[in-house]
T-cell receptor, first 110, second 114 residues
Framework: QKEVEQNSGPLSVPEGAIASLNCTYSDRGSQSFFWYRQYSGKSPELIMS????GDKEDGRFTAQLNKASQYVSLLIRDSQPSDSATYLC??????????FGQGTRLTINP | DTEVTQTPKHLVMGMTNKKSLKCEQHMGHRAMYWYKQKAKKPPELMFVYSYEKLSINESVPSRFSPECPNSSLLNLHLHALQPEDSALYLC?????????????FGPGTRLLVL
């Protein structure tokens, strides 16, 4: 199985700062990448998908993909306490399977 | 609307019981998924149905039996489970089960096996 690596954290960021979450993957042929947010006791919720090299912005969230270096990152600007959650990086394997990283636990401190 | 619903929200069962988990989506999606998630771990894929046919079984023990009665419904039948099967069971769906599609997750069923 292909591997997806994330720093498990916890990552602690002050409110209003930029939170930076990183993910590396082993399969150079991977084409589809996803960031999910999961609050404690809840199910994963899609934050962003990215397929092309470069940046993709959606509100306070920016996903960055670098296929040559095999990493994908998520930046959260103006971090809020409500952003405190576990962030899961997922990479498509084959047509239907998502391979998840272990998740990074993010805490935003007021 | 990207809603996937799951029932029940919580389930407690003994090791000799038979129970079923239900998942429903009305987004017209043709691929549906079952995942299992243990505490502080990522979701692990169990089964994939594509166009109502089982397309992936990740070597799941036979005490878990999936069923897809129609394109909107997905069931997971449980029988003779073990305490280590206690977990959050997540259902997801995507448009056609093709590469690049987003999978949308339901709220999950939290299962406790005694």
């Amino acid at each position: 199985q292909k591997e997806v690596e994330q720093n498990s954290g916890p990552l602690s960021v002050p409110e209003g700062a930029i939170a930076s979450l990183n993910c590396t993957y082993s399969d150079r042929g991977s084409q589809s990448f996803f960031w999910y947010r999961q609050y404690s006791g809840k199910s994963p919720e899609l934050i962003m998908s990215i397929y092309s090299n470069g940046d993709k912005e959606d509100g306070r969230f920016t996903a960055q993909l670098n296929k040559a270096s095999q990493y994908v990152s998520l930046l959260i600007r103006d971090s809020q306490p409500s952003d405190s959650a576990t962030y899961l990086c997922a990479v498509r394997e084959g047509a239907q399977k998502l391979v998840f990283g272990q998740g990074t636990r993010l805490t935003i401190n007021p | 609307d990207t809603e996937v619903t799951q029932t029940p929200k919580h389930l407690v069962m003994g090791m000799t019981n038979k129970k079923s988990l239900k998942c429903e989506q009305h987004m017209g999606h043709r691929a549906m998924y079952w995942y299992k998630q243990k505490a502080k771990k990522p979701p692990e894929l169990m089964f994939v149905y594509s166009y109502e046919k089982l397309s992936i079984n990740e070597s799941v023990p036979s005490r878990f039996s999936p069923e897809c009665p129609n394109s909107s419904l997905l069931n997971l039948h449980l029988h003779a489970l073990q305490p280590e099967d206690s977990a959050l069971y997540l259902c997801a769906s995507s448009q056609e089960g093709l590469a690049g599609e987003t999978q949308y997750f339901g709220p999950g069923t939290r299962l406790l096996v005694l």
